[in-house]
């Protein structure tokens, strides 16, 4: 059973609040934002180009939104490296080289690990970009380029916990990482390079090819051939479909188990007749260079379980079974 709060509070309202806050900050940083985004990316962009890094850094809730954001620049191919301010003067600073730009993120922009690490952070050709909510506060000065993220207040009721302050430079260090992947030409091939091991790595780099049938494990038959002729040569191939072809190779139809089932409840006789009269002529077919999550929006549309590939000619060169797919974690 859910623990009781008391009749007259209403979490639903509260939890509406809070959000209302924290999306009236984003709004008025939106509103807000002016060159100084396009001064951030231009810096961030010429080390990357320079083949430098970025690094991020912050302590409290704000580290914790620099590490997150750390993470996001370098899953989308902008090296970043997380720095605890903490350990920074204890060597860490070691991370930091010439040509490197550092976001520092601090709502008050006056906290003292990371005032102390300040002059040790200025050092020749290392550009400063401070996330703070005070241009007038000793990160926003010492800063190359200074990005406000200044609340009206935050969720907190005691307008105390870091909130809607902390979403803010979230979102803004997410702006910053989407708008550089694309002034850097980012493609959605490179960002499956950087997760081959996940869900987005299989359905960019996955291909046709990957997965198809070929050889001995596709049934083929000509036209001229009989029906039980298909069936034997499904069973040998254990497949659920028999591909069509004329004397050259080139694709005339399909026949499946679906279609002996159909057509042997009104013919008897069906076994006998040449597999050109009852096949499904110009099936559904895709070329070997897509990717393979194509076939399963194919699979999906027209509710088929088998995808005949082939080349430029209409050669036969595989089969996709829809069975097959699950292996790969595709469906």
Do not use: W
Not at 12 to 23: H, M, T, Y
Not at 95 to 118: H, K, M, N, P, Q
């Amino acid at each position: 059973m859910s623990p009781k709060v008391g009749n007259t509070f209403d979490c639903q309202a509260k939890a509406r609040d809070v959000l209302g806050i924290e999306i009236e900050g984003l709004k008025a940083l939106r509103a807000r934002l002016g060159p100084e985004i396009t001064r951030a990316i231009g810096l961030l962009k010429d080390s990357l180009d320079r083949s430098h890094k970025i690094i991020a850094t912050g302590i409290g809730k704000s580290g914790h939104v620099a590490e997150k954001v750390a993470a996001t620049f370098t899953s989308t191919g902008a090296p970043c490296v997380y720095l605890n301010c903490v350990n920074a003067v204890h060597g860490d600073l070691g991370l930091v080289s010439e040509g490197d730009a550092i976001l520092i993120f601090s709502y008050s922009g006056e906290t003292d690990e990371i005032v102390r690490t300040l002059p040790a952070l200025r050092r020749p050709g290392v550009q400063i970009i401070g996330l703070t909510g005070d241009p007038r506060s000793t990160v926003a000065k010492n800063a190359d380029v200074h990005l406000d993220v200044r609340v009206e207040r935050e969720a907190c009721p005691h307008n105390l916990a870091p909130t809607a302050s902390t979403t803010a430079m979230m979102a803004l260090g997410d702006a910053l990482a989407m708008v550089l992947l694309q002034a850097r030409g980012f493609r959605r091939e490179d960002f499956a390079q950087l997760h081959p091991g996940g869900a987005i790595g299989r359905n960019l780099l996955l291909g046709i090819r990957d997965v198809m049938r070929t050889g001995d494990r596709i049934a083929t038959v000509r036209g001229h051939q009989s029906v039980l002729d298909a069936v034997s040569a499904m069973n040998r191939a254990r497949s659920g479909a028999a591909v069509v072809l004329d004397d050259g190779g080139h694709l005339l139809g399909i026949f499946t188990q679906g279609d002996f089932v159909r057509h042997y409840q009104t013919d008897a006789q069906l076994g006998r007749r040449q597999i050109k009269e009852v096949m499904t002529a110009d099936p559904i077919v895709v070329r070997d260079d897509r990717l393979a999550i194509e076939a399963v929006r194919i699979f999906e549309k027209h509710q088929i379980d088998d995808l005949v590939v082939i080349d430029q000619k209409r050669r036969l060169l595989g089969v996709v079974d829809a069975q097959d797919l699950t292996k790969f974690r595709l469906i």
